[in-house]
């Protein structure tokens, strides 16, 4: 277990080296500036801040103009009944139970540990018609994961948008998705997005789910 | 060895491993880069009253979680919302290369997503391999309490993930 959390944090800080000559002058500058004030410091520093701040506005309204601008390329978020394409569908149907509940029935299942049979039962009707492989997708926890954290924690989950786009291209049918999810407890409501990438097989079955980025709503579970 | 000496080594030896361990608190480079920083000036300016009760290392490790800490209870912190996923995977890759790279990517998840006490017993003791008595010293609890929160925090990663990853 050890070198399986080493290695994980490792991929996740990167190979680069962090500290750098630039982190080392850096620090021996700020270093003389304590041991030798002088106006010409603050003066610099000043000038210094004054441009960190334009910078930090600038990237703060370039954010806000790739935001507005990404939303605008979103196809709007259309009722389930409406859409006409399988795949999205699919998609739409998997991401919907993932994010919704848990209900009586599920919160009772998983109230019996993760092996009961009914669990399995559980898992084979609302899944099977939407995931090539199922037990690779329990095994690799793309199924139930975060109801599983909302059950525990005792809060109730709820998609309040979901995107899905094809991503064009490609030889097989990817689809990146973004669920803004409800999660809420004892009458306060918040809110978390949770992103991803789907591939459907040739089935238009769920075969493979990546780039899953959940921390936010992890987080908000916890 | 004049002080000025001690912080060059200082700095040469521990320069890289607490800006990662900073990293892995914040989660932002820009930001990590800022503390980093802070931390240092902090060893530099506290090099004459260092009693060498502990080792060098504890001594900085103690002052890097403690300056991200404050920066956690900071206004700056409050206002910043997070989104630092950068993800390595591309398309091209073979699929099964993708499937190990989201393993790790939720195992990583799931740590970062622990409440600061249990993610920072997780990046201790497994990252940077420190002993329970120097994790007890940097963070100013007991060796009992450091082996609670080891096992509390494996707990919580195996009901995130069903246990699955902690095999």
Not at chain 1, 67 to 84: G, H, V
Not at chain 1, 151 to 167: A, F
Not at chain 2, 106 to 112: M, P, V
């Amino acid at each position: 277990m050890s070198n399986r959390i080493r290695d994980n944090l490792e991929d996740f800080i990167g190979e680069e080296k962090l500290f750098t000559d630039k982190d080392k002058r850096n620090i021996y500058s700020r270093i003389n500036s304590i041991k030798e004030p002088s106006s010409k410091n603050t003066y610099v520093k000043r000038l210094l801040h004054a441009g960190l701040l334009v910078a930090a506005l600038c990237a703060f309204f370039l954010t806000i103009y790739v935001t507005t601008d990404q939303k605008n390329l979103n196809e709007a978020n259309i009722p389930l009944e409406q859409i006409n394409d399988n795949n999205v569908r699919t998609i739409h149907t998997y991401l919907e139970k993932e994010f919704t509940g848990p209900g009586q029935e599920l919160s009772d299942i998983l109230d019996q540990g993760l092996y009961s049979v009914e669990l399995e039962r559980y898992l084979e009707e609302n899944y099977d018609d939407l995931v090539a492989d199922l037990e690779q997708m329990i095994n690799r926890n793309y199924v139930l994961s975060f109801l599983r954290a909302a059950h525990t924690e005792g809060y109730q989950l709820q998609p309040k948008d979901i995107n899905i786009q094809q991503i064009e291209d490609t030889k097989n049918d990817v689809y990146n998705y973004e669920v803004e999810v409800e999660y809420s407890k004892n009458n306060e409501a918040n809110t978390a997005t949770v992103t991803g990438v789907i591939n459907l097989n040739e089935n238009g079955k769920i075969s493979l789910i990546r780039r899953m980025d959940g921390l936010e709503l992890f987080e908000g579970l916890n | 060895m004049r002080d000025e000496d001690v912080f060059d080594s200082l700095l040469e030896e521990y320069g890289e491993s607490v800006k990662r361990l900073i990293f892995l608190y914040v989660r932002d480079k820009a930001i990590t880069d800022d503390l980093t920083q802070e931390v240092f000036i902090k060893v530099f300016s506290h090099m004459n009253t260092f009693e060498h009760n502990s080792s060098y290392k504890t001594w900085i490790y103690r002052i890097a979680i403690n300056q991200c800490k404050d920066y956690f209870r900071s206004w700056t912190y409050r206002k910043i919302i997070f989104n630092p996923f950068i993800e390595k995977t591309n398309d091209n890759t073979p699929e099964q290369i993708l499937i190990r790279e989201d393993e790790k990517s939720l195992l990583t998840q799931a740590i970062l997503s622990l409440p600061i006490k249990y993610r920072e017993i997780i990046i201790l003791f497994y990252y940077n391999e420190l002993k329970m008595k120097e994790i007890s010293n940097i963070l100013q609890v007991n060796e009992s309490t450091v082996k609670t929160r080891i096992s509390r925090a494996r707990n919580l990663l195996k009901k995130k993930l069903g246990g699955v990853y902690l095999e």
